[in-house]
T-cell receptor, first 113, second 111 residues
Framework: EAGVAQSPRYKIIEKRQSVAFWCNPI?????LYWYQQILGQGPKLLIQ????????DSQLPKDRFSAERLKGVDSTLKIQPAKLEDSAVYLC???????????FGEGSWLTVV | QKEVEQNSGPLSVPEGAIASLNCTYS??????FFWYRQYSGKSPELIMS????GDKEDGRFTAQLNKASQYVSLLIRDSQPSDSATYLC???????????FGQGTRLTINP
């Protein structure tokens, strides 16, 4: 069974530029998460989707971050404009339903300079 | 109060000893608890899940849950250098709608 796929793996951009990350969850997983993990910290939930609806986006900086999951499968996370403090790993994860084990992709490493 | 709290460490344990990692949480209605291991530069991988009070054993790993005291722990027996990693505690909160992670405990096993 294929795991959670993410791209790109690495991205370096200048501040005020934009970047987009893509995630393809495990087949059949209705719940999809985007987490931000800053070096030395635990993952912080940015947004959670159930199919193509948003369950929780309370910690998503909506002035610069946006995410969508239009067909209930793939998802895209966008940052525009990027700030230095956005340098982090962006982890996509999925599960069959909330409460069950979630599985992570390899992450997208963002460096903002 | 943070929703999930862990001692960030670092925790240093000699090879062959028992490593004990602790986690407390604030949401009394939480029902699902997970321990993830994260090697440097890698994404988290699941070690254990636990849903009921008591102990759950899987090989060298034992998860312990005490809902009354709102803590969950992970014991690693016969610690190996390959166990050196950051261990993340994760708890479902708000009626299992949201999975929250602690800040992680960095564990080093010394040969």
């Amino acid at each position: 069974e294929a795991g959670v796929a993410q791209s790109p793996r690495y991205k370096i951009i200048e501040k005020r530029q934009s970047v987009a990350f893509w995630c393809n969850p495990i087949s059949g997983h209705a719940t999809l998460y985007w987490y931000q993990q800053i070096l030395g910290q635990g993952p912080k939930l940015l947004i959670q989707f159930q199919n193509n609806g948003v369950v929780d986006d309370s910690q998503l900086p909506k002035d610069r971050f946006s995410a969508e999951r239009l067909k209930g499968v793939d998802s895209t996370l966008k940052i525009q404009p990027a700030k230095l403090e956005d340098s982090a790993v962006y982890l996509c994860a999925s599960t069959t339903q909330p409460g069950n084990t979630i599985y992570f992709g390899e992450g997208s490493w963002l460096t903002v300079v | 109060q943070k929703e999930v709290e862990q001692n960030s460490g670092p925790l240093s344990v000699p090879e062959g000893a028992i490593a004990s990692l602790n986690c407390t949480y604030s949401d009394r209605v939480s029902q699902s608890f997970f321990w993830y291991r994260q090697y440097s530069g890698k994404s988290p991988e699941l070690i254990m899940s636990i849903y009921s009070n008591g102990d759950k054993e899987d090989g060298r790993f034992t998860a312990q849950l005490n809902k009354a005291s709102q803590y969950v722990s992970l014991l690693i027996r016969d610690s190996q250098p390959s166990d050196s990693a950051t261990y993340l505690c994760a708890v479902n909160v708000k009626g299992a709608q949201k999975l929250v992670f602690g800040q992680g405990t960095r564990l080093t096993i010394n040969p």
